[in-house]
């Protein structure tokens, strides 16, 4: 069923990675910047991040459209990247394509996905708004039978729908799902996707990662004991697939090395000091003040100034900074200095874009 997971990547996604969701380079023209994409990727992989997310909505949707069709090109850019890091390094990558849209288009993209080299596709389920859970599992069962899947709860401001517990324990229990991101950006909702893999019996088998970017650091710290056929399982949320950790993304690995350490475990105080402070970051970063409309300009804003894109510009035209914005990332770059990583970038920039 599909194509297998090499052994050394189902073992990074169950340890918990750091997965940025990639964002699109364009040049003032609004098209494809070939050589500031690559450097963005090949940013993340010397930060340390252990997986790179393309096709996502943080590279915008958009991309699919036949006017850009830059699809397939961008997850082969991130292909080409990624095999020259593991040939150089020998350290694994996992590769996840974003997949959207009903039933002919998902699977159409994961086979472009799984040509390149994919070992996982983010499945989107905004396409069926109003569809049963029945035609959902239908649907994702289409889609598992070419490729190992990484579920996808997405919140519906930015094209997600509702999904009930009854749907994650069935999705669940389709056996080429691999791993779910969480990203309702809601407990309760997110409470409901540890359930279903609990109730599934698969949770030993199916990682879970959080896309909760306004939660991020408290995902990672909590246990779950979730009661299930007369014993407690316990499971956690074991990393991020983020497009918050697409911006000062070394300092991201280094938070996730100190939640997997230990670092955080005696000092609950500083832990949620921390939580807060990286929330008021993604605040910013992503707009919550204007229901998240500026969340991938925003993005582009922080890559910009770090040098690593020359401008914030997007397919959609009228995609832009809101009001206020800047100064929100203002704000937070200056209460914040500790959580960026500018030197990082400042110091490596000219060999990514070379």
């Not at 699919?64 to 082969?76: S, V």
């Not at 394509?97 to 596709?121: D, N, S």
């Not at 056929?229 to 993304?249: D, F, M, P, Q, Y």
């Not at 914040?336 to 000219?350: H, I, Q």
Request: hydrophobic fraction near 40%; charge should be positive; include cysteine.
């Amino acid at each position: 069923m599909g194509n297998p997971v090499p052994v050394a990547i189902r073992v990074a996604i169950n340890k918990g990675i750091v997965i940025p969701a990639l964002p699109l380079a364009l040049n003032w023209e609004r098209k494809l910047d070939e050589r500031r994409q690559r450097a963005i990727i090949r940013y993340y992989l010397d930060a340390g991040a252990g997986g790179i997310a393309a096709g996502v909505h943080t590279t915008q949707f958009a991309i699919r459209l036949p006017e850009f069709n830059l699809y397939a090109p961008i997850l082969k850019i991130t292909s080409e990247e990624t095999d020259r890091f593991v040939r150089s390094t020998g350290k694994p990558v996992v590769r996840v394509a974003g997949v959207l849209g009903k039933t002919r288009q998902a699977v159409r993209e994961t086979e472009i996905a799984g040509k390149l080299g994919y070992h996982a596709v983010l499945l989107s389920l905004g396409a069926f708004r109003d569809s049963s859970n029945s035609i959902l599992i239908r649907h994702c069962k289409a889609v598992g039978e070419i490729m190992p899947i990484f579920g996808f709860y997405l919140q519906p401001a930015v094209g997600g729908r509702k999904l009930d517990l009854d749907f994650w324990t069935e999705f669940a229990g389709i056996q080429n799902v691999i791993a779910i991101k969480i990203a309702p950006f809601n407990r309760y909702q997110t409470l409901d996707v540890v359930r279903g893999v609990v109730a599934s019996g698969r949770a030993d088998e199916i990682a879970l990662y959080t896309g909760n970017d306004d939660n991020i650091l408290i995902d990672l710290l909590t246990e779950y004991r979730i009661p299930f056929e007369n014993i407690t399982v316990s499971k956690r949320i074991v990393g991020g697939l983020l497009g918050h950790w697409a911006v000062w993304t070394q300092k991201a690995v280094k938070l996730l090395e100190s939640v997997q350490n230990g670092e955080f475990d005696n000092n609950t105080g500083r832990a949620l000091a921390l939580a807060g402070r990286i929330t008021d970051c993604n605040a910013a970063f992503f707009d919550a003040a204007n229901n998240f409309k500026g969340c991938i300009t925003g993005l582009h804003e922080v890559l910009r100034r770090q040098g690593l894109l020359e401008g914030i510009w997007t397919l959609d035209r009228k995609e832009r900074l809101s009001r206020g914005q800047k100064e929100e990332i203002d704000r937070v770059y200056k209460s914040y200095p500790e959580l960026n990583d500018d030197s990082f970038v400042a110091d490596n920039l000219d060999k990514w874009l070379s």
